[in-house]
Every structure is written in structure tokens, then in C-alpha cells.
């Protein structure tokens, strides 16, 4: 930097005059008046001398005068680390000219270790200096010999400083001092002072280098030494915190192999799946017991879960055998929200169907990992345990409707589990037995020792985690004893020290789900069957009070998760459950969207439910960042919804940006300050698939208040006064209720209307009923109206729309059935394209005739898309030419090297079949549906006069 930045400002006048009144909790002398005179007369001094400092650094002059300069800066205020920064640069010029002068090098840079020296004289905590001195240590041409000496020194007066600790170990690496020399001075420096936290932790980096690598420093032989070592800090002053956090450190290297180690899978050894095909699941009630599987892809996860983080998981390293076809190269993909290529849960797809049709087949399938090298933990740690599995698949070539016609619901439909404890062996992966002796007698002295403490904060917090090491590698009889101690001393704890309460309730969190997977029998009174799904594997933990999510590898197989009335504030660890499908989050605290970011890695999530939570309660002022939101960052690349809504994608943001990578097509959000016309408006757009919101099913007329108004003043007339209009509205917001006020003063009948409130109420009223307070808000077009009657009159109704739009100029068919095969429109009528520019081409062309433009993304291997291309076909009669009103068109979004194709890729297409509906080259609506009807009822809506006009 070219300037003195505020921090250095602030260091200089600080360096000299007295601020605050305690640093580190130790009180300040206060100055006298006449020490206050001579701090002054220092700083304007100070001040001249960095004005010149700064000239001659603005000049680049490195003369022996300029030099001189910076040292006398420093040595009055050590941190100005722009003369740090100018030294360096001075150092640098004179090696360019004097390079082969090994002498004046040499001079130069052990000067450069005498201003070093003396500026930590002035302030030993300098970082600036320390860093100085690295660099010219680092350049080669200085002896390291003396720098352990001159650590000695001052560490002699700060033993504690971590400044010099982290020097430290730099010079032993330059030197080559042996760690076990190293290990013996951290000892000597503890011996001296207990509470050396910088030696305690230096200790701990020596060791976990010893413990892997070096010899005669076996774990199962030091590790109880330094248990001893250490209960002499802790015990000669229990609230000295440094010994407690080494103590701490021993408690995981005794619990910790440092091998990793796979601790759980899906499937898993032994277990039988079913796999069927299509949106729905195979209902056979003389399947297995076990877990049925359904998928539209034609693939199910396969996922290995280690017991710490690791990278290398490949094709490679993991082998799997089977007579599965497509599965020669599987790419494994860490599940993560970092980010990252090391996680401790790796996930593959593995193909089970193929686009031809086939009988039901059992197939046996073989994994076996470790085998090969390659796969290391975070700590550079092989994996050097090969394991193998093995599970059958039953493959079923089942095409089904879509299971979603039906709300999921949470209160019933669920049976008990009927398993018995064998059965859950094939789905629970129980934890892995170490067979190491040592670490349960030294755990186990250690609970014996820490009971004499138990009354103690530190003393029950200690207990409580020994015990949970104990549980966590003890047999199973036994396990059920410790946890319930375990949770009355979190109990105990939240009530004797409420400033830590959340932590506490946290780790009560953890211990009572690891109680509730601990065997299979206490998992199995939480586990239900849920009917309506194909009797889904649910687990229900609601009303446990829980804050945290914990012992999620014992639930790879959960389909339903209920984890309603909880305290819950994220769903972090939930991202391994990748057979999950439903998921109760409601009555909660979670506070925004950003905390369900581990959901984006549930690919088979359709039924989410976080209704009454926080969401938008504690909102937070972004204008005080430079990057408000994601939306901020140039890599984000904007989509459809980004650039129709722009608006209310940057107010809900996070909403967004976890939204539009999940598939649902059930939500459920209210109860939330967030929940209102505005943000619904925005989540169908987000997420197409979406079926149910609120437990109102979408889509089944959808009118803008343009069009409901048209259809009141145009078509109802004459039906009326037989026939009544139900008007279905989700949500009462001030907006709505002006919509349909006046909706019913346009309409010159006297009508009854019914109308839905949220809280489920019918009440009957006349339009003259509706508050005249209601001010007029021009935004009609953010909130819906859904119109909603019997089947015939809804026909009647289309019936009327057509014959109006036909008496307009518009030539639509005005009769429709499916059964009149007359009116079959052969298939070629529908223009199927491959590429953006072929898309691009014929949405410009209809626009130049104002042309409504329907496309149909679909897959060759969809039951449902097979479905509704018949339905489809149909509606193209005398539509099938660029000169129709109507122009209909298709696509694959599976390209022909069976990926994802660029048009389904850059228009976010996660399920199909979907309806793109363009005019004027502008996506109106979109929406995943195998329902002709809604299709069809769409198309009357953007083809009408008023919608012509209204979108021009």
C-alpha cells in the first residue's frame, strides 16, 4: 500500500497514548498530566516522521538515509507494516545489483534480523515482525543456529506467546530438530506453568505427527501417559482452561482411528431391494419387507458412508459387480455443502433401467472398496481396510401414474412397524466394533476418576463426553445405561450454566439420537409404514425437542422423515439420507432458506413441509455489505425466472437459490411471516414441478384477474343464473379480496359466491359485502385466482370460452374429447427440435403473427411422457403450421450421448413431462403435468383476444 492504512493510524497513536481502560481483562495505568504532555509531543514528532517515511516510499528511494528512516518508524511503532512491506522491497533492490556480492548480501540481511530483533524487543506480538523475520530466514543466506537461543530468550519472558510458538516451529523445520527433542521442551514449559496453553497445543501438533508415523510412540502406550500428565494440570486448578481442551484432544485420539473406516452404505450387506420405474412406486404387497425403490431416472443411489472425510473415491477404487447394464464407469460424487472432493459421504448412481421393455429380474450386485489405493482421509490417512457388500435387486419394469394426485399427509396413514429386530440388521449398518481393548480401560479409568469432579461444570460437561466415548464402542446391551446419563447431565448442565444453553442442548440433541439408533430395537418404535406411498419407510422423531441433527448413517434407508415440533435450526446432516422423499421440518425455528441448503442434495425429494418455522422473522439488513446476496457475485448466471422476476428473485434470494434445485411437488410453508401472494407468485415459477402448495393443488384453472374478469363479463352470462362460480382462494391478502370485489362489480349479476379461507371457513357473501375501505393496488398480476367447478360445467365452460374465441376470429376447435378419434391430428403435426438456435428461430417467427408457442420437453424412457403424447397430439389439430395461432413443438432433453441437452441444461428442466407456453417470445407459464385438460385449458387462455392484446 502506498498510504497508512486506519489500522496503522490506530496502532501508532495507541502505541502512544493510553486507550481503553483494560486489554485482556488487566487494568491500565493511568497516564499523569505531565506523561500525557510528552505522549503528545511523541506522536507529532511520529507524525513527521511518517510523513517522510511515505515520501520516500511514494519515490521508491532505498537509499541508506530512507532506510535509516523506516528503523527508527519501527522501532517506535513496531506494527507499521508498511515499512515492513518498504523493507522488504529495499532488500529486494539491493540483491538485484549486488547479487554476486555474497558479503554485502550476507551484511544486509542479518541487519534486516537486528531491526527484527529489536522492534519484539519494543512489542513481542508484533505480526509484522515475525513475519519479517520469516521472510529473510527463508531467503537462505542467514544462520539459523541462533534463532533457537533467541526464542529461548523470549520465551523465557512470554512463555505463553503464540507468536513465538509459531516461530518455533518454523526453525525446527529449518533445522531439522527432531520432534521428539520438541516434545521433551513442551513438557519442561508445562512442567513450569499449567496454564502454557500454546505448549499444551503444540504438544498436541508434535503428537499426532509421532502417533502416525514415528516409531516407539504406539497410541495404545502414550496415550494413557499423557491421561497422567495431564490430570496434574487439571487437577492442581480445575478452572484453568488449558489442560481441559488437551484433555479434550486425548478424548479424541482415544476414541479416533486414524485409518478411516466405511461405517455404513445403502443398500446394505445382505439387504433386498425393489426398483421399479416411473413417478410412482411398485405396489406389491408380496414384496420384501424392505425398501421399495422408484425412480423416474431409472437409477437408485448407491452410498457409501466413512467415518471421517475422504477424498479418491472413484471408478477405481470401488468395484462393482453386477449385471446391471450402463454401470461400467459410475461416477462417484462427494456429498457436500463445501463444495468440496472430500466428504465422508460419496454417492453413485447406478442405472436399472433401460428404455427397452423387460421382465421383472432379480440381479445380485457386489461392491467392494479399498482394493485398490487412492482413497486418503483429510489427514493424508489410506484407507487400508478393503470391505465388500453385497445386496440383490429385484428390478420391476413398472410403469406408473403419477403418485402425487393425493396430498401427503403427516397426521395419517401410518401403520407401526411390524419388523422385528433381524429384519432392521439388513438396513441398519451397526457401528464397527475397533476390538481395541486399551481405549475402553482408559475410558473407562477416566469416567472413575471424573465422577469425583461431577459436581463441577467442567467436571459434569468431562463425564458426559467420557461417557459418550464409551457408548459409542461399547456392546450394544450396555449402551441404553450410559445414554440416559449422558442426557440427565446435559440437564443438569443447561440449568447450572445458561450462557452455554444452546451448546448444551445441542450435544443433549446428539446423545439421545445416538440412544435412539443405538439398537434396533429402540429404532423400531419410531419407524412407521405410510399406506398412501407404497408403505414408505418413515421415521418418526417429532416432539423430541431436538436442536441438531446427529447419527445420520443409521438412517441411509429412511424414505419419510418426521421431524416436526422440534428446535430446530438447520437441516445440515441430512444430506446423506438420498432415499429421502418426504421430509416434516414444520413447527421448528428455522429462519431462512439458506438454512435447507443440505436439501439441494436430495435428489428424490418431492414432499417438503416447513410451515410455521421463522421464515422471515429475523431479516437481515443487506445494504450494510458490499455483496448483498449471491445475486451479487458475477459468476451467478441468471435464468429464466431471474430475468422475468428480477424484482422478487433479489427480495428472496435464498428462497430462490435452494428452491430451484430441489423437485417437489409438495410444499408447505405456512405459518411463516415470509408466506404471502407475493412469494407464492414466485415459488410456482421456481419450482415447476410443484403440484400442492399449502395443500392446495395448483393448477387446475389459473387466471390472471384480466382473464377472470373476461370470463365474468364475456362467458358466465350465459350460464347464469343456474350455474354458480366457486372462487377458491388459498390465501386472504388484501390484494385478492380487491381482485374478486371487483370481479363481482363487473359481474351485473346478483350472484352467491363461496369463498375459501386459508383456515378452512366457507362463508357465503354478495359482492355489495366486501370492505369499501380496500384501496385499488395495481399489481393484480403477482396474485392468482384459482376458478374451480364441477367436471360439467367446467366443460361447458371451455365449451364457452372456445365458442366465444371462435365468434373473436379465433379458429380453435371447439369440441375437444378425447374419445372422438375423428379429430386425431396425426403425430408429425408436433416439430420436434434439438437445438437453442432451432427454438430460438421459431419463437421469433411467431411472433411476428402473435402466436401462442407450446413445447413439450420430454424422455424416451418416461412412463408419463409416453402418456401424454397421445393427449398432446390431439390438441395440435390444424395447428400444426407456422401459420396456426397455435404452434406446437417438442424435445428430448436427453441428448444423443445420453446426458443432459444444452436447451433442457440452460432452461433448468428437472422433471418432465413439462409445458413451456411462449408468446411473443416471452415464457408465459410452465408447469410439469400429464393432465391434456390443464394443457388444453392454458391454451384457451393465451390464445383469447384480450390475452392477445394484453400480451402485446
Request: aromatic share 10%; proline share 3%; net charge negative.
Amino acid at each position: 500500500p502506498l498510504s497508512l492504512s486506519r489500522f496503522e493510524a490506530a496502532t501508532t497513536l495507541a502505541s502512544l497514548i493510553n486507550v481503553g481502560e483494560k486489554m485482556h481483562g488487566r487494568p491500565r495505568k493511568a497516564y499523569k498530566p505531565e506523561e500525557e504532555a510528552a505522549s503528545a509531543s511523541k506522536a507529532v514528532k511520529l507524525r513527521s516522521l511518517q510523513n517522510q517515511f511515505m515520501s520516500n516510499h511514494h519515490a521508491k528511494i532505498y537509499t541508506k538515509e530512507a532506510i535509516d528512516l523506516s528503523t527508527k518508524l519501527l522501532e517506535i511503532n513496531p506494527e507499521a507494516y508498511t515499512a515492513w512491506n518498504y523493507r522488504k522491497l529495499a532488500v529486494e533492490d539491493t540483491l538485484s545489483r549486488e547479487e554476486s556480492n555474497q558479503d554485502l548480501v550476507k551484511s544486509v540481511l542479518d541487519e534486516e534480523l537486528k531491526v527484527v530483533e529489536s522492534a519484539l524487543r519494543q512489542n513481542f506480538k508484533s505480526y509484522g515482525a515475525w513475519h519479517h523475520r520469516k521472510w529473510v530466514l527463508s531467503k537462505g543466506h542467514s544462520s539459523v543456529g541462533n534463532e533457537l537461543r533467541l526464542l529461548d530468550k523470549f520465551q523465557t519472558l512470554d512463555s505463553r506467546n503464540f507468536h513465538a510458538w509459531n516461530y518455533r516451529r518454523f526453525v525446527v523445520e529449518l533445522t531439522n530438530r527432531s520432534k521428539e527433542d520438541e516434545l521433551k521442551y513442551t513438557e519442561d514449559m508445562i512442567s513450569k506453568d499449567f496454564s502454557n496453553y500454546s505448549a499444551w497445543h503444540n504438544r498436541s501438533v508434535l503428537l499426532s505427527s509421532l502417533l502416525a508415523k514415528a516409531e516407539g510412540f504406539m497410541p495404545n502406550e502414550k496415550i494413557p501417559d499423557e491421561y497422567k500428565l495431564v490430570h496434574d494440570a487439571i487437577f492442581t486448578d480445575e478452572d484453568d482452561q488449558s489442560g481441559w481442551f488437551y484433555h479434550l484432544w486425548l478424548l479424541d485420539q482415544t476414541v479416533d482411528v486414524e485409518t478411516p473406516l466405511l461405517t455404513s452404505s445403502w443398500p446394505s450387506h445382505g439387504s433386498c431391494i425393489n426398483l421399479s420405474g416411473g413417478a410412482g412406486c411398485l405396489n406389491d404387497s408380496s414384496s420384501s419387507k424392505l425398501t421399495t425403490f422408484c425412480s423416474e431416472s431409472g437409477s437408485f443411489p448407491l452410498i457409501l458412508y466413512f467415518d471421517q472425510a475422504v477424498s479418491g473415491v472413484s471408478s477405481s477404487t470401488v468395484t462393482v459387480d453386477s449385471e446391471l447394464r450402463g454401470n461400467e464407469d459410475l461416477v462417484w460424487e462427494p456429498v457436500s455443502n463445501k463444495n468440496s472432493r472430500v466428504s465422508s459421504v460419496w454417492v453413485a448412481r447406478l442405472k436399472y433401467m433401460s428404455s427397452e421393455p423387460c421382465f421383472p429380474k432379480e440381479y445380485t450386485v457386489k461392491v467392494r472398496i479399498g482394493n485398490s489405493p487412492g482413497i486418503v482421509s483429510s489427514r493424508g490417512c489410506n484407507f487400508s481396510t478393503p470391505y465388500e457388500f453385497v445386496f440383490t435387486a429385484h428390478v420391476h419394469d413398472t410403469v406408473r401414474e403419477d403418485s402425487q394426485e393425493v396430498v401427503v399427509s403427516w397426521t395419517d396413514g401410518f401403520d407401526i412397524w411390524d419388523a422385528q429386530s433381524k429384519d432392521l440388521n439388513f438396513l441398519v449398518n451397526l457401528d464397527q466394533q475397533m476390538g481395541l481393548k486399551w481405549r475402553q480401560e482408559a475410558i473407562e479409568e477416566e469416567i472413575e476418576l471424573f465422577r469425583a469432579l461431577s459436581d463441577s461444570k467442567i467436571g459434569k460437561l468431562t463425564l458426559a463426553r467420557l461417557l459418550m466415548a464409551k457408548a459409542m464402542i461399547s456392546e450394544n446391551g450396555v449402551k441404553g445405561v450410559h445414554y440416559e446419563e449422558i442426557l440427565e447431565l446435559y440437564n443438569d448442565l443447561m440449568v447450572l450454566d445458561s450462557s452455554h444453553y444452546h451448546y448444551y442442548k445441542d450435544e443433549h440433541s446428539v446423545a439421545l439420537l445416538h440412544k435412539v439408533t443405538s439398537s434396533t430395537e429402540s429404532l423400531s418404535r419410531h419407524l412407521f409404514r405410510y399406506r398412501d406411498m407404497n408403505n414408505s419407510v418413515c421415521l418418526r422423531l417429532n416432539n423430541l425437542s431436538l436442536s441438531r441433527i446427529a447419527s445420520v448413517k443409521k438412517l441411509l434407508f429412511v424414505q419419510m422423515l418426521d421431524l416436526s415440533h422440534n428446535e430446530l435450526r438447520s437441516t445440515e446432516g441430512l444430506e446423506a439420507m438420498q432415499l429421502l422423499s418426504c421430509l416434516n421440518l414444520s413447527h421448528n425455528r428455522i429462519r431462512s432458506f439458506s438454512a435447507l441448503d443440505s436439501l439441494r442434495h436430495l435428489k428424490q425429494l418431492r414432499v417438503l413441509d416447513v410451515s410455521h418455522n421463522n421464515f422471515g422473522e429475523h431479516s437481515v439488513d443487506t445494504t450494510r455489505y458490499l455483496c448483498s446476496s449471491p445475486l451479487s457475485n458475477s459468476e451467478w448466471t441468471e435464468d429464466e425466472v431471474g430475468r422475468q422476476m428480477p424484482s422478487l428473485v433479489t427480495k428472496y434470494w435464498d428462497a430462490y437459490f435452494v428452491l430451484r434445485d430441489l423437485n417437489l411437488k409438495q410444499l408447505d410453508i405456512a405459518g411463516n411471516m415470509i408466506a404471502g401472494d407475493e412469494f407464492y407468485t414466485l415459488v410456482p415459477q421456481v419450482v415447476p414441478t410443484l403440484v400442492w402448495l399449502n395443500g392446495h393443488k395448483l393448477g387446475i384453472l389459473l387466471y390472471d384477474f384480466v382473464s377472470i374478469q373476461r370470463l365474468c363479463t364475456i362467458y358466465l352470462p350465459h350460464f347464469l343464473p343456474t350455474w354458480r362460480i366457486r372462487i377458491l382462494v388459498s390465501h386472504v391478502q388484501r390484494v385478492s379480496v380487491l381482485q374478486l370485489h371487483l370481479l363481482l362489480s363487473i359481474s351485473s349479476h346478483s350472484l352467491t359466491q363461496y369463498i375459501r379461507f386459508g383456515n378452512g371457513l366457507v362463508k357465503s357473501i354478495e359482492a355489495s359485502a366486501f370492505p369499501r375501505w380496500i384501496s385499488r393496488n395495481n399489481e393484480v398480476r403477482l396474485s392468482f385466482l384459482r376458478a374451480e367447478a364441477s367436471s360439467s360445467s367446467m366443460t361447458m365452460i371451455t365449451k364457452s370460452c372456445t365458442w366465444r374465441a371462435n365468434s373473436l376470429g379465433q379458429e380453435i376447435q371447439a369440441d375437444l374429447s378425447d374419445e372422438d378419434e375423428e379429430d386425431l391430428c396425426p403425430v408429425e403435426c408436433v416439430t420436434e427440435f434439438k437445438t437453442d438456435d432451432e427454438l430460438l428461430r421459431v419463437l421469433e417467427k411467431a411472433k411476428e403473427t402473435n402466436t401462442l408457442v407450446v413445447v413439450d420437453f420430454y424422455r424416451p424412457s418416461c412412463g408419463s411422457c409416453k402418456y401424454i403424447e397421445q393427449g398432446f397430439s390431439k390438441l395440435c389439430k390444424q395447428s400444426g403450421d407456422q401459420e396456426a395461432p397455435v404452434i406446437f413443438l417438442k424435445h428430448n432433453v436427453i441428448d444423443e450421448y445420453d446426458e443432459q441437452s444444452e436447451v433442457a441444461e440452460r432452461l433448468r428442466i428437472k422433471s418432465v413431462p413439462l409445458f413451456h407456453f411462449y408468446k411473443n417470445g416471452v415464457l408465459l407459464e410452465a408447469f410439469a403435468t400429464r393432465d391434456k385438460e390443464r394443457i388444453d385449458a392454458s391454451i384457451v387462455k393465451y390464445t383469447s383476444s384480450e390475452s392477445s392484446s394484453t400480451s402485446e
